[in-house]
Every structure is written in structure tokens, then in C-alpha cells.
């Protein structure tokens, strides 16, 4: 019964199968359908109306939902409530649950995207510890390994304008031209989807300026890269 998401599957798409799934979860909890599996009606009891469900709790900290689900092995819900995650990091810059992310442990294993969540957090972690160099290998193999949603990939690429623009080279010239590649397979794919959808004029305009400022950055440092490494006979 629960809506499966797939690969390529956009969060708009998802969303909808979501609110259709939310609207029958609402009629089995209703009548009772799922008395039977007391454990499937408390996840779905909490995430659609947590602020009337008693929870327990972990010490004095209570579970949220995404806890919750991990818990119960709901795959599905956590492909979602990650999604709520990273969109909710977009908005604020911050995620809103650290102590859940850093304690996912072999729950990252559910499914890809929880994979990504608790990747991308240690990218943070590694970057705020100055590991520059780890940071860079582990932000780019969330997208050449395809582990991050392709949606998300500007987000990453943002996150390697700090790192490019180090006064020290941190990307090697064979990982600049993968971030290359990675930005070019996005602005395609990009303006695929743009010419199919009516997007604001100041949202697109956001986008050529960010991937301007990421072409010129990596050239930078594909150019102060090969002369590090001794590639260019002069």
C-alpha cells in the first residue's frame, strides 16, 4: 500500500502519490484497519499526527519521524521524510535533526537516500573539521556514484565553490573534470526540464549565475591543478 518512489522521480511527483497515499492511510486508520499491526498504525499515527500520539521516548528524547520509521523499517516513509530533510537544509542551511543523522548507523543501509542524508551530513562534519581534501573525495562521489539525487546536485556543486576556491589546490585534475562532467550533465538535463515547465524568470536567472560562477571556478582550478601535478610541458 505504500507509494514506492523511484529513481528519477522528482519530489513534486512524489508529493502528489503522497498526499493520495495520506488520504487512505487517514480511512484505515479510521476504521481500524490496521489494528491488527500495532506497530504499522503508530508510525503512520505519528507521521500524519504526531502532535496527538504518544511516542517513547529514547532517554528524555523523544523519537520524530523519521526515527520512527527507520525504526520499523518503513522504507518508503523515509524516502520521503528525507527528502522533507534536505528540503528543510535548502531552505534553512542547517539541518533540522543532528543528533538523528549522526546516529543513523547501519539504518543508512534502508535505502539510498538515507545513504545520502548520513553522507552528506559527514561531508559537513569534515568540512568544519578542515579535512578539506576527504570532504572534496566524499562530495564528489555522492554524485559520480550516483548516491545523490540528481535534483540535489546543484546544492553539491554549490558546496564545491568553497573548496574550489581554496588559496591551496583541494580538487586534482581529474576530479575537476568529473565535477565538470557532473555540471554539464545537470544544466542538460536542466534545460530539458525547463523547456517543458513555466519556472519564474528570477529563479532561472539564479540558476545561469550559479553555474557560471561554478564554469569559471572549476577552469581555475583545472588550470592551477594540471601545473601542480607537472602535466603541462612548457
Not at 527507520?70 to 531552505?91: K, T
Not at 573548496?163 to 562532467?181: C, N, P, S
Request: proline residues 4%.
Amino acid at each position: 500500500m505504500f507509494p514506492q518512489p523511484g529513481g528519477t522521480q522528482t519530489l513534486t511527483e512524489f508529493d502528489v502519490k503522497w498526499r493520495h497515499w495520506h488520504e487512505e492511510v487517514d480511512r484505515c486508520l479510521q476504521d481500524n484497519s490496521f489494528a491488527s499491526n500495532r506497530h504499522l498504525e503508530l508510525i503512520c499515527k505519528y507521521c500524519f499526527h504526531c502532535e496527538h500520539v504518544p511516542i517513547p521516548s529514547n532517554g528524555n528524547k523523544p523519537f520524530c519521524p523519521l526515527n520512527v520509521c527507520v525504526m520499523g523499517s518503513v522504507v518508503c516513509l523515509c524516502v520521503y521524510l528525507c527528502f522533507r530533510f534536505l528540503q528543510d537544509y535548502c531552505a534553512k542551511g542547517t539541518f533540522s535533526d543532528l543528533d538523528l543523522i549522526d546516529n543513523l548507523g547501519p539504518a543508512m543501509l534502508l535505502s539510498d537516500r538515507l545513504t545520502f542524508l548520513g553522507k552528506y551530513r559527514e561531508f559537513h562534519k569534515l568540512y568544519g573539521e578542515k579535512r578539506f581534501r576527504e570532504a572534496a573525495k566524499l562530495l564528489l562521489s555522492l554524485m559520480t556514484a550516483k548516491i545523490a539525487p540528481q535534483s540535489f546536485w546543484m546544492t553539491l556543486l554549490t558546496d564545491a565553490l568553497p573548496l574550489l576556491e581554496q588559496k591551496e589546490v583541494i580538487f586534482t585534475a581529474d576530479q575537476t573534470y568529473e565535477l565538470m562532467f557532473c555540471l554539464e550533465e545537470l544544466t542538460s538535463s536542466l534545460n530539458i526540464t525547463a523547456s517543458s515547465t513555466d519556472r519564474p524568470m528570477q529563479e532561472e536567472d539564479v540558476e545561469v549565475t550559479k553555474v557560471e560562477l561554478l564554469r569559471l571556478a572549476l577552469a581555475r582550478n583545472l588550470a592551477q591543478a594540471i601545473v601542480k601535478e607537472g602535466t603541462v610541458e612548457i
